[in-house]
C-alpha cells in the first residue's frame, strides 16, 4: 500500500509541476496546483503510514499553499480575466475606441494580416510618463522558452482583434519569420 501511495504522490506532483511550469494560461495553472494538492495529500498518507513527521508537516503547509494556488488561479484570477473580457466586449458596443485587457500582451498569439501564427507576444514595453506603449516583444520558435527568439515588434505595426495581434506590416514581418510576405 505504501509503494502505491508513494508512487501517485510521485507522479502528481511531477505531473503538477509539470503544468505549472509550462504557464498555459489561469485556468490550467489552477488544475496544476488541484494535481499538486491530491499529491501532497498522498505524501500525508505516506508521512502518517511510515511515520515520519518532517514529511508530514511539510505536506500540512504545502497543502494549504496548493489550495491557496486553486483559488489563486481558478478563483480569482479566473474572474479578473472574465471581467476584462466582458468589459472589452461592452467597449466594442459603446461610443470611442475600443478596450482590450493589457494581460492579452502576455499571451496573445501574433498572426499575419492573412492568419498566419508567428510568433506569440509575451510581454509589452511602455512609456513611464506618458504610459503610451512602444513596442511589444514577441517570442517565435523554441520549446518551453528553450531555443526560442525575441523581436521587438512596433506597436503601430499591430492591431488587437479578440485574444490575438494582427501584424501588419510586412518589413517586421519578415524580419521575424525570415520569409517574404504579400503586400495586402
Known amino acids: 500500500m505504501e509503494d502505491l501511495i508513494g508512487w501517485m504522490a510521485t507522479i502528481a506532483t511531477v505531473t503538477a509541476a509539470l503544468v505549472t511550469a509550462s504557464n498555459l494560461g489561469s485556468r490550467i495553472t489552477g488544475y496544476g496546483f488541484a494535481v499538486f494538492t491530491v499529491g501532497s495529500v498522498a505524501?500525508?498518507?505516506?508521512?502518517?503510514?511510515?511515520n515520519q513527521p518532517a514529511l508530514l508537516w511539510t505536506?500540512?503547509?504545502?497543502t494549504g499553499l496548493n489550495l491557496f494556488g486553486v483559488w489563486r488561479w481558478l478563483g480569482r484570477q479566473s474572474r479578473i480575466e472574465e471581467g476584462a473580457s466582458l468589459a472589452a466586449e461592452k467597449s466594442e458596443r459603446t461610443p470611442g475606441e475600443a478596450l482590450f485587457?493589457?494581460?492579452t500582451l502576455l499571451k496573445a498569439p501574433v498572426?499575419?494580416?492573412?492568419?498566419?501564427?508567428?510568433?506569440n507576444?509575451?510581454?509589452?514595453?511602455?512609456g513611464c510618463s506618458s504610459g503610451r506603449l512602444h513596442y511589444v516583444v514577441v517570442a517565435k520558435g523554441g520549446v518551453g522558452g528553450v531555443g526560442e527568439t525575441l523581436h521587438r515588434l512596433p506597436w503601430g505595426a499591430t492591431k488587437v482583434e479578440a485574444d490575438r495581434l494582427i501584424l501588419d506590416?510586412?518589413?517586421?514581418?519578415k524580419e521575424i519569420t525570415g520569409k517574404e510576405w504579400p503586400v495586402r
Open 101 to 103: 485587457p493589457v494581460s
Open 43 to 50: 505524501w500525508l498518507a505516506l508521512a502518517f503510514l511510515t
Open 111 to 119: 498572426q499575419s494580416h492573412s492568419g498566419d501564427e508567428v510568433g
Open 169 to 173: 506590416c510586412v518589413d517586421e514581418l
Open 121 to 126: 507576444c509575451v510581454d509589452g514595453m511602455a
Open 59 to 62: 505536506n500540512i503547509l504545502l
